[in-house]
């Protein structure tokens, strides 16, 4: 069974660019989360997806956007990228069917994309 | 923001000993996880348990859950050089409103 496969998995870009990270869920995994991994800030919680859905959102400026498209797959997109926003983007999927239900699912992670903004 | 802080930062053991780390959380929880990050990598799952459950084991791995003092542990018992990692609690809170929320980790180094 294939993992959550991350690409790229590394990126250079310049500040004031804009980015767009991909992710592909384990098959039948219709949850989709995205986190990002800093040294300082440790990591955070960006979104999460369900059935094309956003469910969630953690607390990012508005210039970190995502969506899920019909087949699970998802992008996040950062726009006017900022040197801070260097960091691992993470994304995770899960079997777990909605909000309100038991938890019975961890999250599989991919290996994640590497930003660097310079 | 982060809700889990684990004890300790860092901690050093001889293989085959046994490694403890302790995760403390804020907010009332439906679930929380434990994670293991190798150099940067993605996280791999290691057990979940959730908020109606005291322990749980899973080969080497036993997690314990106090939700009255909101504290958890993870035991990892006769430590292998492979276990060096860092290792993070997570927790879903009630209502799941926010994904997982981390503690900042453990770095685990298990000497040969």
């Known amino acids: 069974k294939a993992g959550v496969t991350q690409t790229p998995r590394y990126l250079i870009k310049t500040r004031g660019q804009q980015v767009t990270l991909s992710c592909s869920p384990i098959s039948g995994h219709r949850s989709v989360s995205w986190y990002q991994q800093t040294p300082g800030q440790g990591l955070q919680f960006l979104f999460e997806?369900?059935?094309?859905?956003?469910?969630n959102k953690g607390n990012f400026p508005g210039r970190f956007s995502g969506r899920q498209f019909s087949n699970s797959r998802s992008e996040m997109n950062v726009s006017t990228l900022e040197l801070g926003d260097s960091a691992l983007y993470l994304c995770?999927?899960?079997?777990?069917?909605?909000?309100?239900?038991?938890?019975?699912?961890?999250?599989?992670f991919g290996s994640g994309t590497r930003l660097t903004v310079v | 923001s982060q809700q889990g802080e684990e004890d300790p930062q860092a901690l050093s053991i001889q293989e085959g000993e046994n490694a403890t780390m302790n995760c403390s959380y804020k907010?009332?929880?439906?679930?929380l996880q434990w994670y293991r990050q190798n150099s940067g990598r993605g996280l791999v799952h290691l057990i979940l348990i959730r908020s109606n459950e005291r322990e749980k084991h899973s080969g080497r791995l036993r997690v314990t859950l106090d939700t009255s003092k909101k504290s958890s542990s993870l035991l990892i018992t006769a430590s292998r050089a492979a276990d060096t990692a860092s290792y993070f609690c997570a927790t879903v809170e009630r209502g799941g409103a926010d994904g997982l929320t981390f503690g900042k980790g453990t770095h685990l180094i298990i000497q040969p």
């Open positions: 995770a999927s899960s079997l777990e069917v909605g909000v309100g239900t038991l938890f019975n699912y961890g999250y599989t």
């Open positions: 907010t009332s929880i439906n679930n």
């Open positions: 997806y369900f059935s094309e859905t956003q469910r």
